[in-house]
T-cell receptor, first 110, second 113 residues
Framework: GQQVMQIPQYQHVQEGEDFTTYCNSSTTLSNIQWYKQRPGGHPVFLIQLVKSGEVKKQKRLTFQFGEAKKNSSLHITATQTTDVGTYFCAGSTGANNLFFGTGTRLTVIP | NAGVTQTPKFQVLKTGQSMTLQCAQD?????MSWYRQDPGMGLRLIHYSVGAGITDQGEVPNGYNVSRSTTEDFPLRLLSAAPSQTSVYFC????????????FGPGTRLTVT
């Protein structure tokens, strides 16, 4: 079955440092989405990437979709305590279902 | 709009008991799904529905049943609870295919003893 792997599983950073999480799929994806889950909360949609090599930015967050559409990354510049949470990627091959990565839990140390 | 609602928020069951987790959405979304979240495992799809009267299995369907009699509601039934079903359960909905963003409910934390 389709698998979406995400690394690292955990990341601790000092406030102000950068953070990156990586997502890799065993198959070519039609689109990839990113979600954020605050501690004790539910996943909330951040963004979707569709095109090969696409790069999108949301303030300090930069999202990339690989040229082969098999990998993606989320980079946060100058982390803040409000960035704490678990970040999930979710990929689709064009059918109905999204396959979620295992998530990266980010801790920001003030 | 209330979005996606789930009840209960917390539940403790004994092994062998049955129960239904409720999920409702008021956004007229065609697609609804159930996930379970376990530490280090991410979100795993249990069952999904592409519209009223249509359901299908996801990655981990064993031990769970679903039905979709209306567009709004998508209950998840545990027929005979087992400790392995201790988890956080999220219901989600979206407008249509996988190109649409998913909206998640607040979750149900289930413990089976």
């Amino acid at each position: 079955g389709q698998q979406v792997m995400q690394i690292p599983q955990y990341q601790h950073v000092q406030e102000g440092e950068d953070f990156t999480t990586y997502c890799n799929s065993s198959t070519t994806l039609s689109n990839i989405q990113w979600y954020k889950q605050r501690p004790g909360g539910h996943p909330v949609f951040l963004i979707q990437l569709v095109k090969s090599g696409e790069v999108k930015k949301q303030k300090r967050l930069t999202f990339q979709f690989g040229e082969a559409k098999k990998n993606s990354s989320l980079h946060i510049t100058a982390t803040q305590t409000t960035d704490v949470g678990t970040y999930f990627c979710a990929g689709s091959t064009g059918a109905n279902n999204l396959f979620f990565g295992t998530g990266t839990r980010l801790t920001v140390i003030p | 709009n209330a979005g996606v609602t789930q009840t209960p928020k917390f539940q403790v069951l004994k092994t062998g008991q049955s129960m239904t987790l409720q999920c409702a959405q008021d956004m007229n979304h065609e697609y609804m799904s159930w996930y379970r979240q376990d530490p280090g495992m991410g979100l795993r799809l249990i069952h999904y529905s592409v519209g009223a009267g249509i359901t299908d299995q996801g990655e981990v369907p064993n031990g769970y049943n679903v039905s979709r009699s209306t567009t709004e509601d998508f209950p998840l039934r545990l027929l005979s609870a087992a400790p392995s079903q201790t988890s956080v359960y999220f219901c989600a909905s979206r407008k249509g295919g996988a190109q649409y963003e998913q909206y998640f409910g607040p979750g149900t934390r289930l413990t089976v003893t």
